[in-house]
């Protein structure tokens, strides 16, 4: 049985392929660092000192990430943790989300009166808990970075200390997820007390050996850890934190959860997701019993999700609802994934083109909102295409996308998730979730209809684009419509990354 106290002595040196495959997580770290201590110094004001220190921190770690890509996998602190090209997948995501957020803060802040430099630093310790999540082969240890992740989040949502809306955010996240944390880290107490480990591999090992064996305690457990991940990704019947959280954060704090989070949750649940034996060697009666629990956790996620979305008139809730929506895709890809030939590849190449897609969409929410997030209504939305024309363009890309319409990145993801499914004989839930992207076109071009058909209401202003904001806008709308017409690259690195698991 492994013990939680030892320390070998190989844990105290590190060897230069370690050193190398940890230099992403200390460009974060010393950014935070750094960030600190020009924010303290009186000399100078700390907007820009602390804006540059970040993103050369976020920068040097996708760099970094870079470098290792296809590299031998490298395991760290006794196998604690691993560099492998699956971490690398999901470490850019995180990364480059967080220099996406960081753009799209700049003008924002200074529109609310929030420019304060603990915004970024909880901006990269959030991304430092994401990168710990997807590296992590113990459970204790991507408890530890969910909670490093989480709580940076908590006071993202209620940055805005005024507002009512965001402080009741904050409080229902905080509540709702310590209380999902809580059970998750039950799960992994029984987990170790049934398998005599806390490690992933380990885990994987004794469900291997003892397939039909498995005691009522591990089933527990493991159902524990599953509803823990469930509540992160925000799956029906623990969906009910998302739309108000997501209302109530700043906008772009809403899109760094989006999409960040969201990746985060699935890196670190398809690792346990597997690590449970599904696929991989359970009795046929836990299998049938599992798949038939997701499967309609998926289905209800997804009709939910598309249903609600079609009554709401403000985008950042309609957004929350579509997230929801899309979740349920997620999960019909780790239902596919043991059954198909691309296994969870396809998972994995909706969950860049989700980002993509997200991260642009929620950028241009920021540039239009108003003080305190006001002005993201329908109604505030008609006549943009005379107002900002490109930026009504940069939004008809993202919400094509998210529809699933060619030549964008939501259509090939989609494609390529549907298809696995397919292949592993889910014909029935391809069905329904075709039929559930059906019903997200109408509430998705509905926008576009306000924005290309309707005249301006009232005396709607046009609003200023930071140069930083338009960036980040244009990378997005490059990347939905290039992972739209060539998908292969990312469908290799996907297929790449999830061989290391």
């Not at 046929?284 to 939910?304: K, N, R, Y």
């Not at 008809?396 to 499914?421: D, E, M, N, Q, R």
């Not at 005249?455 to 990347?479: E, K, N």
Request: hydrophobic letters at 55%; glycine letters at 8%.
């Amino acid at each position: 049985m492994e013990s939680l106290t030892t320390i070998r002595p190989e844990l105290l040196t590190l060897s230069s392929e370690q050193f190398s495959a940890l230099m992403p997580y200390f460009w974060v770290f010393g950014a935070t660092v750094l960030a600190i201590l020009a924010a303290v110094m009186r000399s100078l004001s700390p907007k820009w000192p602390v804006i540059t220190v970040v993103l050369t921190g976020l920068v040097g770690a996708i760099v970094s990430v870079a470098g290792l890509l296809g590299k031998e996998p490298v395991a760290l602190f006794n196998g604690m943790m691993v560099s492998d090209n699956y971490t690398h997948f999901f470490s850019l995501i995180f990364l480059i989300s967080g220099v996406v957020t960081v753009f799209a803060s700049i003008r924002y802040l200074d529109n609310e009166a929030m420019q304060h430099p603990e915004y970024y630093l909880l901006v990269l310790f959030s991304a430092l808990g994401m990168m710990l999540m997807a590296s992590s082969l113990n459970l204790i240890v991507i408890f530890i970075a969910l909670e490093l992740m989480s709580l940076a989040v908590y006071i993202l949502v209620g940055y805005r200390r005024t507002d009512r809306r965001s402080n009741e955010a904050a409080v229902k996240y905080f509540v709702l997820g310590s209380g999902a944390s809580a059970v998750l880290l039950y799960g992994a107490a029984l987990l170790y007390g049934s398998t005599g480990s806390i490690g992933i591999r380990g885990i994987l090992d004794f469900v291997r050996a003892n397939p039909a064996a498995l005691s009522p305690t591990f089933t527990l457990g493991a159902w524990l850890v599953i509803i823990g991940f469930l509540f992160k990704v925000a799956a029906v019947p623990f969906h009910m934190w998302m739309p108000d959280v997501y209302e109530g954060a700043p906008t772009p704090v809403t899109g760094f959860m989006a999409t960040g989070l969201k990746a985060a949750a699935f890196a670190a649940f398809l690792r346990v997701f597997v690590s449970t034996g599904y696929g991989a060697g359970l009795t046929t009666a836990i299998q049938t019993h599992l798949h038939d629990i997701l499967w309609m956790s998926a289905v209800l996620t997804m009709l939910f999700g598309n249903l609600v979305a079609l009554t709401q008139t403000n985008l950042k809730r309609m957004l929350a609802y579509s997230s929801i929506a899309h979740t349920g895709y997620l999960l019909v890809g780790m239902i596919a994934g043991p059954h198909s030939e691309q296994g969870y590849a396809p998972l994995m190449t909706y969950l860049v083109a989700y980002a993509v897609m997200n991260l642009g969409a929620f950028v241009v929410l920021s540039i239009l909102a108003t003080r305190d997030d006001g002005g993201l209504n329908l109604h505030d939305f008609s006549g943009l295409s005379r107002r900002h024309p490109w930026l009504a363009f940069a939004m008809a890309v993202f919400l094509f996308s998210l529809a699933g319409i060619p030549p964008t990145a939501g259509f090939a993801a989609k494609y390529i998730l549907f298809y696995s499914a397919v292949q592993a004989n889910e014909i029935l839930l391809v069905v329904i979730s075709v039929l559930c992207s059906a019903i997200s076109v109408y509430y998705y071009l509905r926008v576009l209809v306000y924005m290309y058909m309707r005249d301006p209401v009232g005396t709607q202003t046009r609003s200023p684009v930071s140069v930083w904001s338009a960036i980040a806008v244009a990378a997005m709308v490059a990347a939905t419509l290039q992972i739209g017409v060539m998908p292969a690259r990312v469908v290799y690195a996907a297929k790449k990354a999830i061989t290391s698991i």
